[in-house]
């Protein structure tokens, strides 16, 4: 059972560089989220998305972007690359949006950007 | 205000003993969710236990069980028989209504060590 499934899982950019954090699920959830979890920060989430076609901003948006063309993906974009984004990557999926439901997490993407 | 509270950066267990671990939640909401997750070492996150805010049971699952008191917002996780693989940091996190949908909001985690 593949799960949810982040790729790469390690980066290292230069400050200024884009690129693409991919996450994809074969669940069929229909509520994704990135998270970045930073050392004595726990995490905090980026985007959110409750199906496809719909994402919305989390507490910390700012420097990416996301889409949600299909149901399964989910990439995250950093735009221009900054130290302040060196972080972990998270990518989580939920059957739905309500309360109840828990948050399956890929393994994520430890990402740094000299 | 945090919104999840751990309040242990560490704790230390023997093995086959039982540790608590802390976490107090602030909300105004009436429906919410309360989850426990799992980091090992490796990096992935793994899902524990949960508790639902009108749940008036505690959850329990396996070795772990969820010490849910609502009037004061607490929502500590109990693991049973700790095992050398239980070593790892644990989050704390709630779930609930933002615009659309609902956000994981965690804590900032407690790392256990279980010893010989």
């Known amino acids: 059972n593949a799960g949810v499934t982040q790729t790469p899982k390690f980066q290292v950019l230069k400050t200024g560089q884009s690129m693409t954090l991919q996450c994809a699920q074969d669940m069929n959830h229909e509520y994704m989220s990135w998270y970045r979890q930073d050392p004595g920060m726990g995490l905090r989430l980026i985007h959110y998305s409750v199906g496809a076609g719909i994402t919305d901003q989390g507490e910390v948006p700012n420097g990416y972007n996301v889409s949600r063309s299909t149901t399964e993906d989910f990439p995250l974009r950093l735009l221009s690359a900054a130290p302040s984004q060196t972080s972990v990557y998270f990518c989580?999926?939920?059957?739905?949006?309500?309360?109840?439901?828990?948050?399956?997490f890929g393994d994520g993407t430890r990402l740094s950007i000299l | 205000a945090q919104k999840i509270t751990q309040t242990q950066p560490g704790m230390f267990v023997q093995e086959k003993e039982a540790v608590t671990l802390d976490c107090t939640y602030d909300t105004s909401d009436q429906s919410y969710g309360l989850f426990w997750y799992k980091q090992p070492s490796s990096g992935e996150m793994i899902f524990l236990i949960y508790?639902?805010?009108?749940?008036?049971q505690n959850a329990t699952e396996g070795r772990y069980s969820l010490n849910f008191q609502k009037a004061r917002k607490s929502a500590n996780l109990v693991i049973s028989a700790s095992q050398l693989g239980d070593s790892a940091m644990y989050f704390c996190a709630m779930r609930e209504y933002f615009g659309t949908a609902s956000k994981l909001t965690f804590g900032t985690g407690t790392r256990l060590q279980v010893t010989l």
């Open positions: 508790q639902g805010s009108y749940d008036e």
């Open positions: 989580a999926s939920s059957y739905s949006g309500r309360a109840g439901q828990p948050q399956h």
